[in-house]
């Protein structure tokens, strides 16, 4: 139901302020918010439904923000349902300096992430500090301040955070994969499709198979966290391979499809720049790639094998 709503409402608004109004009385933004917070309460697996709906439309307005920062507001002692909040996440309790906006958020709730555990913090929200490489607005981090707030709870809204993202990411991926794969199914050369030559197969075939295999590992993580069952490995490997994804279908694709994919003419760019941003967005590919080193290393050559299998371990 939340999947056929969203996609509902992006079918019906295209226009960021228009868009943000639809969503916020259908109760979207909400819907991490515990009921006695005035929210729906669901799982992060549900909404990841709204997640994959937005990256699959290329949607205006930073939803992965907005879902996690009612439950967030919720932890600082705010009013979940003012929606005037953005969300971000930073690492080894380094702060972004900026975090995607829309024209009325004045709040930030911003979790630091460290392998020791997670902070909450909550921000002034300052003026347009740049875009982001897919014309996102950003907006700079202003004057912040610690909140005490139950480092577990931070933590599982942070990681839901990291896993909405990339199920955001897996509804661009599942489009530029289409879009690539009309082109070459219908683009003639040499008097027959682009589809038929064997080197467009390997690259269609490749993109395809790295979504799937992100799609479960994300899949697998949001359950996991749902159940109460993820481990750091389970949320580190779902972002890392859903950025690894993105990084070859967008490649794959742009080769299919030659310049025009970058255009402005041409919608492909607008699914592709995003993928490239949302990388680093909620656990950049790097830290997460970091991170599961360190858990390996950790475990030593005895141990290896157990912390990749065993969940315990990990």
Known sequence: MLEETAARILERNAQAPILRNAILEAGLLLALAGEDAGGLGVSYREASAIAYRWGQAAAPLPIVEMLVAAPLAVLAGFDATAATYSAGLGVNDLLPSSVPVFDEAQTAFVVTLETSGANLHTGTIGGAAAESLAHEPMAALGASRKIDADPVAVERIAVGGILLQAAEMLGAMSTVIDIAT?????R???GRPLGKFQAIQHMLSDAASERLIAEAAVGAALAGIDRGTATR????????????????????????MGAIGFTDEHHLHRFTKRLWAWRDRWGAQGWCEAEIGRIGCAAGGDGLWSAIVDRAAA
């Open 233 to 256: 490995l389970d949320w580190l490997a779902a972002k890392a391979q859903a950025a690894r994804a993105a990084t070859v279908i967008a490649a794959n694709a742009h080769q299919v």
């Open 182 to 186: 009309d082109h070459a199914n219908t």
């Open 188 to 190: 003639q050369q040499f």
